[in-house]
């Protein structure tokens, strides 16, 4: 069964919970239907709603800090829509901008999708030394893109609108 996703009430996304808790904040009005499975109910002795697909909280829960989705070489391709970061084709793998032989490190600032051929091109030189320049610089991941992550997917059809425009 998939997972609910639970927004805060200022409709920022905060974490996920299993359909029947989803229910529960939902029947305990502490919680409101956003998007709700198109064909799947649920039922039960006084129950009939729609399987809730993203609930929002009715009150504003404080966040004491943002969660930071933690880096991976998935998440890297996820961020960059599987785009390479030098040539705009299709993108299969993670290019350190200064290499790892040269002290650079696994993080978002550091990392960018690249497709084989420029990642091989490029080697064991950053963008200066290997003369190829980046068409955009890397970026820590948006809300969007973390949730995308969170959720086990690369889909942003899987995700509300208000959430995947951020990330276009
Ligand atoms: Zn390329």
Same mark, same amino acid.
């Given at each position: 069964m998939r997972d609910t996703l639970v927004l805060n009430a200022s409709f920022e996304p905060l974490s996920t919970v299993t359909l029947n808790r989803a229910v529960v904040l939902v029947l305990q009005d502490k919680a409101v239907v956003e %998007? @709700? =499975? &198109? *064909?799947l109910r649920m039922r039960g002795a006084a129950v009939d709603i729609p399987a809730p697909r993203v609930i929002r909280l009715c009150q504003y829960v404080r966040v004491p800090f943002r969660r930071r989705a933690p880096w991976s070489r998935r998440g890297v391709l996820v961020r960059d829509r =599987? !785009?390479?970061?030098?040539?705009? !084709? !299709? @993108?299969t793998t993670v290019d350190h901008v200064v290499p790892r032989s040269q002290g650079? %490190? +696994?993080?978002w600032l550091n990392t960018v999708a690249a497709c084989a051929e420029d990642n091989h091109r490029k080697a064991d030189r950053t963008p200066e030394e290997a003369g190829m320049a980046l068409l955009r610089q890397p970026f820590e991941p948006t809300p969007a893109d973390a949730m995308l992550l969170a959720l086990g997917q *690369? +889909?942003?059809?899987?995700? &509300?609108d208000w959430l995947a425009l951020d990330a276009a």
């Open positions: %998007q @709700a =499975h &198109p *064909e =599987h !785009r390479c970061a030098y040539c705009g !084709r !299709r @993108a650079g %490190q +696994d993080t *690369e +889909d942003l059809s899987a995700l &509300p």
